[in-house]
């Protein structure tokens, strides 16, 4: 039921974008309009009817009991005049949907891109497309919030870009000394102080007095010197 209006509702966007008007204007005004018609000749029938009652009341000089049983009949000849009279509305709305119609091929501008189709698949593609491209505005939107409050709190400083510019040139031209000869001496010294201070060998009196290794002495009697 909710599918059938929201089609008829479309139908009726077409037509109106198209004609500048829609079939239920149209059907509502040939309705009103027999509305108007069938008053007068409601208004017709009650009057010929009751002349007649009275034209036949009189020329046959009835008596009260016949006036009111031709009264009773006068009422059921309104009715079945009215009901004769009455006109075929569901004709007429038939009518206006047969010529007030937009055939089923006709597209609206904002509407063309109906025209191709898609697959499953490429209806899939697109909506992850569509996921991603959500997604990154998303990011955007955060890194976006990020740079604004970093550019508050940026404003808060009163450093120019000159300032900045020229602490730098500072640190670029500094001259540091060349400390690489005292470095490679420092190491050297401790390396020398490590090796006499944590050396555990035992010293004898050989390696104390006779420092090379493997060194073969002559003994000498004193007394001929």
Known sequence: ????????????????????????????????????????????????????CETIGKAYELNSENLSLLKTNGKQLERAYFKGAMPQLENIKNVVNKYIAV????????????RIQYSDAEFESLNQRLE????????????????????????????????????????????????????YQLVEDYKQFSTSLFD???????????TVDNLKCKEFDLSIL
């Open 1 to 52: 039921m909710a599918s059938s209006e929201l089609q008829k509702r479309k139908l009726e966007e077409y037509e109106m974008q198209l004609f500048s008007f829609h079939s239920r204007a149209v059907y509502a005004t040939c309705k009103a309009l027999p509305i108007f018609m069938q008053n007068i000749i409601n208004e017709r029938i009650c009057s010929t009817i009751e002349k007649m």
């Open 103 to 114: 055939p089923s091929n006709v597209l609206l501008e904002e509407d063309k891109h109906q």
């Open 132 to 183: 991603d491209l959500q997604e990154r505005a998303k990011k955007a939107t955060i890194l976006n919030a990020i740079l604004k409050e970093e550019l508050q709190i940026l404003e808060q400083f009163s450093i120019s870009e000159g300032d900045v510019n020229k602490m730098c040139d500072i640190i670029e031209n500094m001259k540091c000394p060349d400390i690489g000869e005292k470095m």
């Open 200 to 210: 555990t060998r035992k010293i004898t009196t050989k390696m104390k007095y006779n």
